[in-house]
Nanobody, 125 residues
Framework: QVQLVESGGGLVQPGGSLTLSCAAS????????IGWFRQAPGKEREGVSS????????YYADAVKGRFTISRDSAKNMAYLQMNSLKPEDTAVYYC??????????????????WGQGTQVTVSA
């Protein structure tokens, strides 16, 4: 079992930055890849970014490439999503999720067995 808790969401102006954190716990937490997903009101959940258990091979959706950076600190069992140049269309509930095996070049939510409760990000003037 892996437990995930997100934090760091909030209200930010367009062009601003936020860093989301994901605290992972559980015996096998460090063996899992971490992914960030988001869901805006009335829209389907979409994959944003993912990173391997060892902290390499990051993936970014086209919508966030060049603006978001994923990282993890295995010693602390933490993962992060640094979000810069935020746009109103980035407004969503952001979830971190853990997968024992993940596809590297796309995000498939069915691969992620464990999910956090989500944190709200609102980008608005």
């Amino acid at each position: 079992q892996v437990q995930l808790v997100e934090s760091g969401g909030g209200l930010v102006q367009p062009g601003g930055s936020l860093t989301l954190s994901c605290a992972a716990s559980g015996r096998t937490a460090d063996s899992h890849a971490i992914g960030w997903f988001r869901q805006a009101p009335g829209k389907e959940r979409e994959g944003v970014s993912s990173i391997s258990a060892s902290g390499d091979l990051p993936y970014y959706a086209d919508a966030v490439k060049g603006r978001f950076t994923i990282s993890r600190d295995s010693a602390k069992n933490m993962a992060y999503l640094q979000m810069n140049s935020l746009k109103p269309e980035d407004t969503a509930v952001y979830y971190c999720a853990a997968a024992l095996i993940r596809t590297i070049d796309k995000m498939l939510d069915y691969e992620y067995e464990y999910w956090g409760q989500g944190t709200q990000v609102t980008v608005s003037a």
